[in-house]
Nanobody, 121 residues
Framework: QVQLVESVGGLVQAGGSLRLSCAAS????MGWFRQAPGKEREFVAA????????YYADSVKGRITISRDNAKNTAYLQMNSLKPEDTAVYYC??????????????????WGQGTQVTVSS
């Protein structure tokens, strides 16, 4: 497994921006998921080991960008035009089994501690 350390989230007004980072102890495919109160964990974005393949949830396309710096083994989630419905605990995840890039949480074997993102209206 891979150790993951997420940056601190925060409180932002609707329409604002926030960037999350996730530092990994190894180079793997990485994903971001989120979980709002009373809801299941949902996929946000994922990026392959090389960065050449990227997936986004339809709900965030055009507003959120995933990227990575392989020299630092760090993935980033740049969130723009935030909406109140983006409020959730955000988790980064890593797949150390080197599977094909996935949007399914069960295909990730390492998880960050989670960070709260709150978007006020």
């Amino acid at each position: 497994q891979v150790q993951l350390v997420e940056s601190v989230g925060g409180l932002v007004q609707a329409g604002g921006s926030l960037r999350l980072s996730c530092a990994a102890s190894g180079r793997t495919s990485m994903g971001w998921f989120r979980q709002a109160p009373g809801k299941e964990r949902e996929f946000v974005a994922a990026i392959s080991r090389s960065g050449g393949t990227i997936y986004y949830a339809d709900s965030v396309k055009g507003r959120i960008t995933i990227s990575r710096d392989n020299a630092k083994n760090t993935a980033y989630l740049q969130m723009n035009s935030l909406k109140p419905e983006d409020t959730a605990v955000y988790y980064c995840a890593a797949d150390s089994a080197l599977r094909v890039l996935s949007t399914r949480p069960e295909n990730y074997d390492s998880w960050g501690q989670g960070t709260q993102v709150t978007v006020s209206s």
